[in-house]
């Protein structure tokens, strides 16, 4: 007779998460991963423009939004399947690869527009799947209690990555034009992939119970075990699984097998499950309308906005600058606090303050003003998104949590984009007042939602 002996669960670490070992490697390997993303744009920007016309280039910058679009779907269900760790490795083991090898063509010849077009898409694709398992990655690293520590420690990454990521990749081109800056983003992503090997995993706890488990009593897998199960086998409690399992109502008696799983009923079930939940339905409603409201004045219209009060590229820039140094104090406060109170109301009431103060920016006469209230627009979005963030991560039950990413990844990155060119013609229709007016009424829309739905209104962060 054989026995198996099971190692003992390792309760996580008491402390705070931006004290802890696990956490900060996640971290690094994070950080890492979006300088190298930051860098690799640049790159493709300058080799695109290089290598043909204006319109040509920016055909190659938005031809990888098409794949990622179409297949995040997909994406959170692979998330799911086979564990956010595995695929974020995977995923940056393939975007480390097919940067470098175009990093080399580029040094030995001169390949033209399709080798970067064919890049583009290949990044696209990565994403589809990368974004979910990085979105699901938190709840695997930390307690929940430390969830929204971690998502503005997360906020305070993308924040530097933007800040670095953009001087590195100009350093790059300098140095060594498209192929140098090509291979800095390579090496950079790489980085984040021996860090992510040694990031151990918590067990996924049984479905349904994200909410109930009290903090700090989840047992984590052994450290070389990347998802808290024994042999690569799915782990205890995730319903996703080829052969998974459901128990029969009496405790203890024999499991009845279930038909396989297949990825199309996992996405189904996925999508059910957001549309039955009581706080995370309204929450991406919520965030959807934050979203399409702010992407089109913070981005196209900011610029034409400059251009039409004669505030020119430095005045923008402090504005935009404003705006970043706004949005990361917000990240830093989360970092900082790790929780705050009625968390879906103060995320309800920063998103409605939001809103006032993007509609007042197309209103004020100069550069200095303006900056002030870019100032509060960032402090105030940022707060909102990092709580939105936070409770979507506490909310959503472990083994969902690659599709709901992947959900609210398609409204910010699918939808909300869409609004740019709305936003460009609507100005040139009506000019930046009414139009700004309008984008603040549709964000402030998203934080009526939340005050409304009493579910997402009382929701609260575990401390």
């Known amino acids: 007779m054989t026995t198996t002996v099971i190692p003992p669960a390792v309760r996580p670490p008491a402390g705070p998460a931006h004290r802890d070992g696990n956490v900060l490697r996640w971290l690094g390997a994070y950080t890492a991963s979006m300088i190298g993303d930051n860098v690799f744009y640049i790159a493709l920007s300058w080799a695109a423009v290089r290598s043909g016309t204006p319109s040509q280039a920016g055909l190659v910058m938005a031809v990888s939004a098409v794949p990622r679009a179409l297949l995040m779907l997909g994406g959170g269900v692979v998330a799911d399947r086979f564990g956010p760790r595995r695929v974020v490795i995977g995923s940056d083991a393939v975007r480390?690869?097919?940067?470098?090898?175009?990093?080399?063509?580029?040094?030995?010849?001169?390949?033209?527009?399709?080798?970067?077009?064919?890049?583009?898409?290949?990044?696209?694709?990565?994403?589809?799947?990368?974004?979910?398992?990085?979105?699901?990655?938190?709840?695997?690293?930390?307690?929940?209690?430390?969830?929204?520590?971690?998502?503005?420690?997360?906020?305070?990454?993308?924040?530097?990555?933007?800040?670095?990521?953009?001087?590195?990749?100009?350093?790059g081109v300098a140095l060594g034009g498209s192929a140098t800056a090509f291979a800095l983003a390579g090496l950079l992503i790489a980085v984040s992939v021996p860090l992510l090997i040694s990031v151990r995993m918590r067990e996924?706890?049984?479905?349904?119970?994200?909410?109930?488990?009290?903090?700090?009593?989840?047992?984590?897998?052994?450290?070389?075990?990347?998802d808290g199960s024994p042999d690569g086998l799915p782990a205890r409690g995730d319903a996703s699984g080829p052969h998974a399992r459901v128990p029969d109502a009496e405790d203890g008696a024999a499991a009845v097998?279930?038909?396989?799983?297949?990825?199309?009923?996992d996405l189904r079930d996925g999508l059910r499950y957001i549309r039955g939940h009581r706080v995370l339905a309204p929450l991406i409603v919520t965030i959807a309308l934050g979203d399409l409201g702010f992407v089109g004045p913070l981005n196209v219209g900011l610029a034409l906005l400059a251009d039409r009060r004669g505030w020119g590229a430095s005045g923008m820039g402090l504005v935009v600058a404003a705006f970043g140094a706004g949005a990361g104090a917000a990240a830093l406060l989360l970092a900082w606090r790790g929780t705050l109170p009625r968390a879906g109301s103060a995320g309800a009431a920063a998103?409605?303050?939001?809103?006032?103060?993007?509609?007042?920016?197309?209103?004020?006469?100069?550069?200095?003003?303006?900056?002030g209230v870019a100032l509060a627009i960032g402090l105030l979005a940022g707060l909102s998104g990092a709580l939105c963030g936070a409770l979507l991560q506490t909310q959503s039950d472990p083994a969902y949590l690659g599709r709901v990413?992947?959900?609210?990844g398609i409204v910010s990155l699918g939808l909300a984009p869409l609004s740019m060119p709305l936003t460009a013609a609507a100005i040139g229709w009506w000019g930046t007042g009414p139009v700004f007016a309008g984008s603040a009424v549709v964000c402030g829309l998203g934080g009526v939602v939340a005050l409304a739905v009493r579910d997402l209104r009382r929701a609260e962060l575990p401390r």
């Open 96 to 171: 480390c690869a097919a940067v470098l090898t175009v990093a080399a063509l580029l040094f030995v010849a001169h390949p033209g527009l399709w080798l970067l077009a064919l890049l583009a898409v290949v990044f696209g694709i990565v994403d589809a799947v990368f974004m979910p398992a990085v979105g699901a990655l938190p709840a695997r690293v930390t307690r929940r209690d430390q969830l929204a520590r971690v998502q503005g420690m997360r906020g305070l990454a993308v924040r530097f990555a933007n800040v670095v990521g953009a001087p590195l990749g100009g350093l």
């Open 204 to 226: 996924t706890p049984p479905a349904g119970g994200a909410n109930t488990a009290p903090a700090g009593a989840e047992a984590v897998g052994p450290p070389g075990d990347p």
């Open 257 to 265: 097998p279930e038909r396989p799983a297949t990825a199309w009923r």
């Open 351 to 371: 998103l409605l303050g939001g809103s006032v103060a993007i509609g007042a920016l197309a209103q004020v006469p100069g550069v200095g003003a303006a900056v």
């Open 405 to 408: 990413t992947a959900v609210a």
